[in-house]
């Protein structure tokens, strides 16, 4: 109980990094682990919390992650993407899981066991005019705690310039803002809202698209920042690789090799026809691994 408490706040303050309804900034797919947080500007369903404007660029799709933590943590997510006349809709649906916990009375007896989790159910709009992208999406979040719990309304909008001579685009977006729907307790919190600018480009002599994103958190002026590639292989298979900044603050001097990888990333997704399958872990130092796999298909 001791460890996975501890194993709990540690997740929470360094692959997380906020103060209040972590599961806004928690990593429900494999393309989001294996880049180490989530490129902006490429491509790829993750892009309904980092940047709507890039679900645009999806075709019709249905993908299923699964992301497994130490102690019993695991975050599972469903998402729906779909045409409609000359714009995307998407449809996601998130979970988070911190296990079960056993409580205790005033005597430090125990007496039973509880449960935290999260909820997060979204619906995204976007559309491409030319070579601008944009796009916006809301949906509710729901946290709870043994009998306790918290709700908030939750929007995310943004814009990607797509400079398509030189390959590269451009993105801006605003990230979990919204308000409230009620607290855990009466001190008023603020959502991690987090202000996006985002890079990606890509090569012309190599199958290789680097992306970049830094983030701003206005209301604990703190920011992140985050790199990665994504790299075309033969035989249908794409890599993806990342770190975040993270891999600063996370740096000791016990083990030189988990201080050089903490805060990376790493995936490999295999494609068939209209199936593809994706294998990732994501890094985070001291604290070890976090695993995840995906499975999309486009109809």
């Known amino acids: 109980m001791i460890k996975k408490t501890i194993f709990l706040l540690t997740l929470l303050n360094l692959c997380f990094s906020q103060t209040t309804l972590y599961g806004l900034d928690g990593w429900y797919q494999v393309s989001a ?9 490429a491509p790829n369903t993750n892009s309904y919390i980092i940047n709507p404007a890039g679900l645009a660029a999806l075709s019709d799709q249905i993908q299923v992650n699964l992301v497994k933590y130490p102690a019993d943590i695991s975050t599972q997510s469903a998402m729906y993407v779909k045409k409609l006349n000359n714009m995307n809709l998407g449809l996601g649906l998130r979970h988070l899981s911190y296990g079960d916990f056993i409580s205790s009375d005033e005597d430090g007896i125990e007496d039973g066991t509880y449960s935290a989790s999260d909820a997060w159910f979204s619906v995204g709009l976007s559309k491409i005019n030319e070579n601008i992208s944009f796009g916006v999406t ?13 709700a908030a309304l939750v929007f995310s909008s943004g814009v990607i310039y797509d400079y398509s001579k030189i390959d590269i685009q451009i993105g801006i977006s605003l990230s979990n803002f919204g308000l409230f729907v ?28 680097l992306n970049f994103d830094i983030g701003f958190n206005p209301h604990t002026k703190t920011s992140n920042l985050r790199m990665g590639g994504i790299f075309e292989l033969p035989y249908n298979l794409q890599l993806s690789i990342g770190v975040n900044s993270n891999n600063i603050t996370q740096r000791t001097e016990t083990n ?44």
């Open 33 to 41: 682990i294996a880049s180490a947080g989530g490129a902006g500007t």
């Open 138 to 150: 809301g949906g509710i979040f729901v946290s709870n705690l043994d009998s306790y719990n918290a």
């Open 182 to 209: 009620s607290h855990y307790t009466e001190q008023k919190e603020k959502l991690p809202t987090n202000i996006i600018l985002s890079a990606n480009k890509g090569l012309d002599h190599l199958p290789l698209d």
């Open 256 to 299: 030189l090799a988990k201080s050089i990888l903490g805060s990376s990333g790493i995936g490999i997704t295999y494609t068939h026809n209209k199936y593809s399958i994706e294998l990732g872990g994501y890094s985070y130092g001291v604290g070890g691994w976090v695993y995840g796999t995906g499975f999309n298909i486009k109809p």
